[in-house]
């Protein structure tokens, strides 16, 4: 889903609305998705950084570009060197991430604290697999992380407050974290 899309159906929305107001219908208006508000602001976010950088946002679809230049976009929208992030999970996998690049800057900018995200999100993401490994139920496993999941949905709701803030205005032409 890309901003275009999500101003077509935001519009579409506004008719719908629109017809029902002309025409008595009571029905509410549909509310947006959180995960889609906020993965389209990421990407919004995440486009202007490369951009910024002189790289070409990769997109479905597109012949990727050489090896060079894909390389260049890899490090610039993830990161480079030794991650700087790491959760050691149960199942014995460990998760990494680095703190610079554009995905890290959107992920601050979005949920204000990209290492508290980054551990709520490892873990409330790999609950199932820990019930499994740990040979626990899902219930029990979800109790042993209340406080992982409550920050997930604190920090959660915080990136769709500033996701929607973001696509109501202009994409960011700026610094991703201002």
């Not at 700087?84 to 992920?107: F, N």
Request: hydrophobic content about 40%; proline content about 9%; some cysteine.
């Amino acid at each position: 889903m890309n901003f275009r899309t999500t101003v077509a159906g935001l519009l579409t929305a506004s008719l719908l609305l629109t017809g029902c107001l002309l025409t008595g219908c009571t029905a509410p208006a549909p509310r947006p998705v959180p995960d889609e508000v906020i993965k389209t602001a990421t990407q919004l976010l995440t486009d202007a950084c490369l951009t910024r950088q002189g790289l070409t946002p990769p997109r479905p679809g597109q012949s990727p570009p050489p090896a060079p230049e894909q390389q260049r976009v890899t490090a610039a929208l993830f990161g480079g060197g030794r991650a700087e992030l790491s959760i050691a999970l149960p199942t014995g996998y460990v998760v990494r991430a680095h703190t610079d690049g554009c995905l890290a800057a959107a992920q601050r900018r979005l949920y204000g604290d990209q290492r508290a995200w980054f551990k709520a999100s490892v873990i409330v993401n790999n609950l199932k697999p820990e019930a499994a490994q740990t040979q626990r139920s899902l219930a029990e496993v979800r109790a042993r992380h209340r406080v992982e999941i409550a920050d997930w949905r604190r920090l959660r709701a915080h990136a769709f407050t500033g996701a929607t803030a973001l696509l109501d205005n202009h994409p960011p032409k700026g610094d991703p974290s201002s």
